[in-house]
């Protein structure tokens, strides 16, 4: 006689939710770069952690003063007082535009949607595909910034009212590299990124990757130090002793491009090797001197 067994107390329905649940949880974290964080999230909050590690990397440098690393500085200390706004001034001003960029990539995320990932398992699909779009987004972004910040130079309202703003930093300094007038850190930053990911068909994995880059990159490049061996400035060539030559008054109206190549500035011919600029202001500066 088969002994029947009650299953009046199985909760079935609960147990079929509950391994749907853990399932679907399991493929999203795979999904996901981080296991705690959406893509989405990471996105937004990943460049703004980028900036202040790089930065407080370079911040520690200037507060140590080694030998090592003062004799790569490219002003010397005391040419800070030229600067005509605070460092706490600066501060704020580069939060504010970090509050408005996370606004706009949340906007912007939003609106893309989700790009899936490509699940073909082929070399051209997991890795040349997403560099070649990482290399169109850089190309994009420094045309992009290229002739907005030349426009901005040219056109002496815009300078005055908005883009003086960012060359009130005379030597620039790391965590000062976004300190712009809120009109322009949207224009240039925020919407030149959105535009370089969107226009390059990025995944929001992609631009997590490519916004991060461009960050650390930025601030690389406003860090003060010509570093021999910081790949950032060894293999670019628009680098941090190529920008700094651009927030010298006899270097306003030359080296535009940022923040990756120089080709606009060689083709349009606003090119200036920032070696040779160097020698000619300090042989000026020597004839001064000795009248």
């Known amino acids: 006689m088969r002994r029947r067994t009650n299953l009046s107390g199985v909760d079935f329905r609960g147990q079929i939710e509950a391994g749907l649940t853990s399932e679907l949880s399991t493929a999203m974290s795979s999904e996901s770069l981080l296991s705690f964080a959406s ?27 080694h030998p090592a690393t003062e004799k790569y500085r490219i002003h010397p200390e005391e040419e800070l007082t030229k600067n005509r706004v605070g460092r706490l001034d600066v501060f704020k001003g580069v939060v504010l535009q970090q509050i408005a960029q996370a606004g706009l990539a949340f906007v912007f995320l939003w609106l893309q ?24 987004g850089m190309i994009i972004m420094d045309t992009w910034q290229y002739f907005l ?26 965590y000062g590299a976004l300190y712009n007038n ?42 003060g130090y010509n570093f021999p061996y910081d790949p950032l400035q060894r293999f670019f060539g628009n680098n941090a002793f190529y920008h700094d030559l651009h927030h010298q008054l006899h270097g306003l109206k030359v080296n535009f491009s940022q923040p990756y190549f120089t080709f606009w500035d060689r083709i349009l011919g606003t090119y200036e090797d920032p070696v040779q600029a160097a020698i000619k202001h300090n042989e000026k500066k020597a004839a001064q001197k000795s009248q």
Request: aromatic share 16%.
């Open 149 to 174: 910040h030349r426009l901005f130079h040219q056109n002496k309202w815009l300078y005055r009212n908005i883009h003086a703003w960012h060359h009130t930093l005379y030597v620039p300094y790391a």
């Open 113 to 136: 949607g989700t790009k899936e990932l490509d699940e073909r398992d082929t070399l051209f699909d997991n890795y040349l595909l997403p560099a070649l779009k990482f290399m169109m």
């Open 39 to 65: 893509d989405d999230v990471v996105a937004i909050v990943g460049p703004i952690i980028t900036y202040w590690v790089a930065s407080g990397f370079f911040a520690t440098l200037d507060t140590l003063k």
């Open 182 to 223: 809120p009109i322009e850190g949207f224009l240039f930053d925020s919407l030149g990124a959105a535009a370089a990911a969107e226009l390059s068909g990025m995944t929001v994995r992609g631009s997590i990757f490519f916004w991060c880059f461009s960050t650390l990159k930025t601030v690389d490049d406003h860090c």
